[in-house]
T-cell receptor
Framework: DTEVTQTPKHLVMGMTNKKSLKCEQH?????MYWYKQKAKKPPELMFV???????INESVPSRFSPECPNSSLLNLHLHALQPEDSALYLC??????????????FGQGTRLTVV | AQKITQTQPGMFVQEKEAVTLDCTYD???????LFWYKQPSSGEMIFLIY??????QNATEGRYSLNFQKARKSANLVISASQLGDSAMYFC????????????FGKGTLLTVNP
């Protein structure tokens, strides 16, 4: 089962709201990722978790707060977002973040609109 | 730093014909992985094919093959017998030890398959 599940698929939120994006995988992968993708652009890395610990934060504003409750789950907590944060948010996982250069599997993404 | 270049913003191909999508990369790391992903309008990033820098043979996966020319730092994707469902955005990506194993994407090529 090579599946990464993201919920919700679509989200509209106001600038004062607090919401969370969820990501789940059951492939036994130990590395999980959040990417942000604006229209007609490639995905940009936001965060990497390796063995449930945050290993990379690409200088993302604190209004985005990641959480990895266990090896299968990854959350992205959103608070006080701006309209320019509207984008497709993609979650991905891979066997590990190491020398084996294994592929990352992506979820279908959450299309976020901030109003 | 690593860099991925996809010089074709858009490509058109007739159904059942083959098409080549270009990708060049720039890295000084001797160990790296090259990936191709497909992104339909639905948003999901679908892994297609992987080539390791030390692999002696070009990777193939069904109708997809990777024309790997290491000396030219080129990793073109060849899709044989194009189908209407192949219409999508295609991203080339690389992952190296020097970049902390982050997946770095090119800007993508939008492929349209005409009936």
């Amino acid at each position: 089962d090579t599946e990464v599940t993201q919920t919700p698929k679509h989200l509209v939120m106001g600038m004062t709201n607090k919401k969370s994006l969820k990501c789940e995988q059951h492939m036994g992968h130990r590395a999980m990722y959040w990417y942000k993708q604006k229209a007609k652009k490639p995905p940009e890395l936001m965060f990497v978790y390796s063995y449930e610990k945050l290993s990379i934060n690409e200088s993302v504003p604190s209004r985005f707060s990641p959480e990895c409750p266990n090896s299968s789950l990854l959350n992205l907590h959103l608070h006080a977002l701006q309209p320019e944060d509207s984008a497709l948010y993609l979650c991905a996982s891979s066997q590990e973040r190491g020398p084996r250069n294994t592929e990352a599997f992506f979820g279908q993404g959450t299309r976020l609109t901030v109003v | 730093a690593q860099k991925i270049t996809q010089t074709q913003p858009g490509m058109f191909v007739q159904e059942k014909e083959a098409v080549t999508l270009d990708c060049t990369y720039d890295t000084s790391d001797p160990s790296y992985g090259l990936f191709w992903y497909k992104q339909p309008s639905s948003g999901e990033m679908i892994f297609l094919i992987y080539q390791g820098s030390y692999d002696q043979q070009n990777a193939t996966e069904g109708r997809y093959s990777l024309n790997f020319q290491k000396a030219r730092k080129s990793a073109n994707l060849v899709i044989s017998a194009s189908q209407l469902g192949d219409s999508a955005m295609y991203f080339c990506a690389t992952r190296t030890r020097g970049s902390n194993y982050k997946l770095t994407f090119g800007k993508g090529t939008l492929l349209t398959v005409n009936p």
